[in-house]
């Protein structure tokens, strides 16, 4: 199994909501992360997550709260969202997050949609 | 931190001619520099990656050429097909992953 899935695809919520992105994976990899993509724009990153523990946050504001439940798991919790947080959101993984890290897999991505 | 720069931002090649697209990257410490394609609608994927310890990696049609002293790396795709259309990122890693702008390859019929 070589896929990491993302649910959901799409999702369109208001500014006063609270709503939650999911990603797992099997393949045993033991960092996972969080990339924002908007229109045009390479992945930026957002959330690294190595052996289930936060490793990296990217100045990110606190309306987005990543959980990496367990090593197969990973959230991104979205509250008080603004409309210039409407981006596709790609979740990956990495057998490792060592020196140089290694082929990053990512899921398909959730296209949100803030209004 | 790490920058990386991508140039060209759109390339347009006639179908069976080569590609090539140049970045540098600003951080002497990255040790690994992958490179992605993304077609429309769909997730990145690595097509090529290369380590600090090589300068030049081929895969069939693909290769990858790294210069460390100048700091600056290459993709060329030979003999491009219709399905070579697609947006390419290369990316510099010491400790995260970080990518380029991107380029928009365009094959031509």
């Known amino acids: 199994d070589t896929e990491v899935t993302q649910t959901p695809k799409h999702l369109v919520m208001g500014m006063t909501n609270k709503k939650s992105l999911k990603c797992e994976q099997h393949m045993g990899h033991r960092a996972m992360y969080w990339y924002k993509q908007k229109a045009k724009k390479p992945p930026e990153l957002m959330f690294v997550y190595s052996y289930e523990k936060l490793s990296i946050n990217e100045s990110v504001p606190s309306r987005f709260s990543p959980e990496c439940p367990n090593s197969s798991l990973l959230n991104l919790h979205l509250h008080a969202l603004q409309p210039e947080d409407s981006a596709l959101y790609l979740c990956?993984?990495?057998?490792?997050?060592?020196?140089?890290?290694?082929?990053?897999?990512f899921g398909e991505g959730s296209r949100l949609t803030v209004l | 931190g790490e920058n990386v720069e991508q140039h060209p931002s759109t390339l347009s090649v006639q179908e069976g001619d080569s590609a090539v697209i140049k970045c540098t990257y600003s951080?002497?410490?990255?040790?690994?520099f992958p490179w992605y394609k993304q077609e429309l609608g769909k997730r990145p994927q690595l097509i090529i990656d290369i380590r600090s310890n090589v300068g030049e990696k081929k895969d069939q049609r693909i290769a990858v050429t790294l210069n460390k002293t100048a700091k600056h790396f290459s993709l060329h795709i030979t003999e491009t097909q219709p399905e070579d259309s697609a947006v390419y990122f290369c990316a510099a890693s010491n400790d995260k992953i970080i990518f380029g702008k991107g380029t928009r390859l365009h094959i031509l019929p």
């Open positions: 990956a993984s990495s057998q490792d997050r060592g020196l140089g890290t290694g082929e990053l897999f």
């Open positions: 951080d002497s410490a990255s040790n690994y």
